[in-house]
């Protein structure tokens, strides 16, 4: 089967959840190529759309893939070739983006969605399933924390708090981690920025906990790579976080989303002081990427049929 792959590119290039699903579809035998969207805006788009038409002719896919919704409505101004669309949280969490990922769903001949709040506020009315995006657990080995910390120079007696993003991302609402670690003077908050995949993989754990305070999400793959890590995880309830730490020791969600509330939880993820289970947590889910693909596949070859049919 050959499936092209549209979605963003920047200059770093796709996001990791992309890449790494596409490497594992095609380590199942699925032949994939990607048209890689790098212009912005409708008009952008639409300058696009010959060079997409001539990849189409050229590569003769059977499915098309998009990720994101934008990307998806882009994919169906062609209509010979099946779309699927998967969207990842802000293509729905967005009111200004929402409308244009609901065209997308409309033609879509199949929709995905990563987390059970995306299809709650998309409400779509036609095929649709729920697939978050996987993980590679190969690519999070374990190493004892002392090793992890040596790694980065960071002080083996201090007590280290990793923030879920860039301090300069206002979705991440970086204020209101700030604001609760306030209260923990002991406590360094470190921003996840600028790192390596392989360095990120060290550095949750080498700290003591994630901290998340997002506004909105979808199905966050930092959750999922502290999981994979035994990280201890504190984190407002939002896209399917709660989900994905439900019965996990050393997994705190915080429904009050206020300083003082996330600061008592962050001293009870501080005090239980070692690795957590999460990593079972997501074998049991079936959030390893090869589960994941399966299930991708199986979409592929249902929409591939009806087009046939």
């Known amino acids: 089967m050959r499936v092209l ?16 699903q596409v490497e594992t579809l095609e380590k199942a035998g699925i032949l994939c190529e990607y048209f890689p969207m790098q212009s912005k805006g409708i008009k952008g788009y639409l300058r696009e759309l010959p060079a997409f038409r001539h990849r189409i002719r050229e590569f003769k896919p059977n499915v098309i893939h998009a990720h994101y919704g934008l990307c998806g409505l882009f994919a169906n101004l062609q209509r010979k070739v099946p779309v699927v669309t998967t969207y990842h949280g802000s293509d729905i969490n967005d009111p200004s983006v929402l409308w244009l990922s609901k065209l997308a769903m409309h033609f879509s001949a199949y929709n995905v969605f990563v987390s059970k709040n995306s299809i ?13 995006c996987g993980i590679n657990l190969e690519d999070f080995p374990i190493i004892e924390k002392s090793l992890a910390r040596q790694q980065f120079g960071m002080d083996r007696k201090k007590k280290y708090v990793l923030f879920a993003g860039a301090f300069d991302n206002t979705v991440k609402n970086a204020p209101l981690a700030k604001a609760a670690v306030a209260f923990l003077p002991e406590v360094e908050l470190l921003e996840l ?3 390596s995949r392989n360095q990120v993989a060290v550095l949750m754990q080498a700290v003591d906990a994630l901290l998340v305070t997002s506004f909105s999400e979808g199905s966050p793959q930092v959750i999922k790579e502290a999981l994979a890590c035994g990280c201890p995880i504190v984190s407002v309830d939002v896209g399917d976080v709660a989900e994905r730490v439900t019965n996990v020791d050393g997994c705190y969600i915080d429904n009050a989303h206020t300083p003082i509330s996330l600061a008592e939880l962050l001293k009870r993820a501080l005090v239980f002081g070692r690795r957590t289970e999460g990593r079972k947590k997501l074998v049991k889910d079936g959030l390893g990427n090869e589960m994941i693909a399966a299930s991708i596949i199986a979409l592929y070859k249902q929409v591939s049929r009806e087009e046939c049919s």
């Open 5 to 20: 792959i549209v979605a963003r590119r920047k200059e770093n290039g796709y996001a990791p959840f992309v890449s790494e």
């Open 120 to 132: 709650a506020l998309a409400k779509p009315t036609k095929s649709y399933a729920l697939i978050p």
């Open 193 to 195: 920025r600028g790192y």
